[in-house]
């Protein structure tokens, strides 16, 4: 007499796939009128996001700069790769690489003077142009959560 099988050894394997692939973006999407259709995040004084917010500082330049840049070396899979300069504000250039996927994601960071403190302002821009389910808002989050905790230590 055969053995009686569960439902769920039933399904194919390429139907597990699925699920946890929809899982996956389920638990991932924060905001599902964006995450699915940008591929960019930006920190501006208009952002709906309050943690998206320009951080200021009345330190240097250079300081805050460097504690970008300490920020950043905090955070796994970023690599910085250069600075700029852009008229009157400092660029700061790093990549972010997937952990998974190895999917590339550029955040420039940008450093002005403005009424005698420095503002930090920025963008994450993935470099596929489909939605990003919340990565790039989660870069520039978790960029400043590390420079406020570099900057307040």
């Given at each position: ?32 009128g964006?995450?699915l ?27 805050v ?34 952990r ?54």
């Amino acid at each position: 007499m055969p053995q009686p099988t569960h439902p769920l050894s039933r399904v194919p394997r390429w139907g597990w796939a699925v699920a946890a692939l929809l899982l996956f973006v389920g638990l991932t999407v924060d905001d599902w009128g964006r995450d699915l259709t940008s591929h960019s995040a930006e920190i501006s004084t208009v952002a709906v996001d309050d943690s998206l917010r320009p951080l200021t500082s009345i330190r240097s330049t250079d300081d805050v700069a460097e504690a970008v840049r300490w920020a950043a070396r905090r955070i796994r899979n970023w690599e910085d790769i250069g600075e700029a300069e852009d008229g009157a504000a400092t660029l700061l250039l790093f990549v972010r690489t997937h952990r998974l996927l190895r999917i590339k994601d550029d955040v420039t960071i940008r450093i002005e003077d403005r009424d005698g403190r420095r503002v930090v302002t920025g963008e994450s821009i993935s470099r596929l142009a489909i939605g990003d389910l919340g990565r790039n808002p989660r870069n520039l989050r978790r960029l400043l959560a590390e420079l406020r905790a570099v900057l307040d230590g």
